[in-house]
């Protein structure tokens, strides 16, 4: 079989790989990059309705987002996911925020298409074995402890077993069940094992320090006199961060918009099993006061002695960023950031330089800004158990920069003993051969 990447490789963002067998054509993932200014979309796809299957491992825009363009060019093939991959992609591709975004890509991207993934999706179970309609590769689905409804995708195609870790997290949260692949046994060997390096090169924190450190964050902006802004992404973040304010003490008001509204309530009334205290998520719902209207946003944000949670993470579109607005200018206000922060975005700008950008002006941020490391990635130290675990013939070291891939492939090769693998950092087209 051949292994092509169409992107992911020696970067985060657009994954897409194909599987090449027996003439058919198999897409682990179809996302989109976003980047400054535009989107990008994987590199290489051509005859898109040659397909014949598309897996798909979780509901980020980066393993997903490009599916309604596959669609345009006339895609004909079965679309595999989990129940909640699946609500959770339905509601992000309807998002006007992203819609917008992807359009442009494709003037011509309507509602329409995303129409078309409805009907092309197949609904999978976790931990049960299937078989694709041409019958020549059986897959199953198995937890990815990364956002509610992630996986990883195992899969036998001529008689090899390809295990796609796609995003990953060995370690709970207070939102999900970990991945288990840092001591899974398989009944066969694996031959191919595609993984992550998001952390490749940098260990997490300890979890209860980041959870202990947030809340008290929170505390002191609220005891100094201030209202703490806590933008988030709306997919796993907001929930997470939702359970953790139980914390707080009642008598302080917590507002909750964007995306993560309707996101949350599909989360905690989820028969997923994987999706840890949705009890507690239920009770917040019910406790917070929801913004229903955009203009209930400029009067919350001058109120002081609150708790503002909402998306988007980075700061970049979405109500955060009306918040921010009015939040920045005043030095006892906290914005608490709880994510990674890319290049170019207004969390990055307001983190390292105290800079807001909005509508080609710069303003000098006076609020208190912190950030915390609540990572939904295995750290380096898990990549190397679940490398050492499952000892693949073949490793792609993919969705990582460029450090990041070559801090663990250095690791693997001083380790031969532990990670008796050949292990490779794909290229953006670059054919394997396995
Ligand atoms: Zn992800």
Redesign the pocket.
């Known amino acids: 079989m051949k292994i092509i990447f169409h992107g992911a490789a020696q970067e985060v963002g657009k994954s897409c790989i194909e599987i090449i067998s027996q003439g058919k054509r198999y897409l682990l993932d179809a996302g989109v990059k976003f980047i400054h200014g535009g989107v990008e979309y994987p590199k290489y796809l051509d005859k898109v309705s040659e397909l014949n299957a598309i897996f798909l491992s ?1 509901a ?1 825009m ?2 997903c987002g490009a599916l309604p363009m596959l669609e345009h060019k006339r895609l004909k093939c079965p679309i595999y996911c989990t129940k909640m991959t699946w609500d959770i992609t339905n509601i992000l591709l309807e998002d006007g925020f992203h819609l917008e975004k992807l359009r442009s890509i494709h003037p011509a991207y309507s509602a329409r298409d995303v129409r078309a993934v409805k009907d092309d999706i197949n609904l999978v179970r976790y931990s049960k074995w299937y078989e694709t309609k041409d019958r020549k590769v059986k897959f199953q689905y198995i937890n990815a402890g ?2 509610p409804g992630s996986a990883s995708i195992l899969l036998e195609i001529e008689g090899k077993r390809v295990l796609y870790a796609a ?1 990953i997290n060995t370690q709970e949260t207070l939102l999900m069940e970990p991945s288990l692949l840092e001591k899974l046994e398989f009944d066969k060997p694996i031959d191919v094992l595609i993984t992550e390096n998001t952390y490749g090169n940098r260990l997490h924190p300890d979890k209860a320090d980041v959870q202990e450190g947030f809340i008290k964050s929170i505390m002191s902006g609220i005891e100094g006199g201030g209202s703490v802004l806590l933008p988030v992404f709306g997919v796993g973040r907001s929930q997470e961060i939702l359970i953790l304010l139980e914390k707080l003490p009642k008598n302080i008001p917590i507002y909750l918009d964007g995306a993560a509204r309707v996101l949350t309530k599909l989360m905690y009334q989820s028969s997923d099993n994987y999706i840890l205290n949705k009890d507690i998520l239920e009770d917040m719902f019910k406790r917070v006061h929801l913004v229903k209207h955009p203009a209930e946003r400029a009067k919350i944000a001058k109120q002081k002695g609150v708790v503002i949670l909402t998306t988007s993470g980075m700061l970049q579109g979405g109500p955060s960023v009306g918040y921010a607005e009015t939040m920045i200018h005043d030095k006892n206000n906290f914005i608490i950031l709880s994510g990674f922060q890319a290049h170019g975005t207004n969390g990055r700008s307001i983190f390292e330089d105290h800079v807001f950008y909005n509508h080609h002006q710069r303003f000098k941020v006076l609020a208190h800004v912190r950030k915390f490391d609540f990572s939904a990635h295995i750290g380096q130290d898990g990549i190397r158990k679940v490398m050492k675990n499952l000892k693949a013939k073949h490793v792609l070291l993919q969705h990582g920069d460029i450090d990041a891939l070559e801090a663990v492939k250095q690791w693997s090769d001083r380790h031969t003993d532990e990670v008796p693998s050949n292990v490779i950092i794909p290229r953006i087209g670059e054919e394997l051969e396995f």
């Open positions: 979780h980020h980066d393993h990364h956002i995003d």
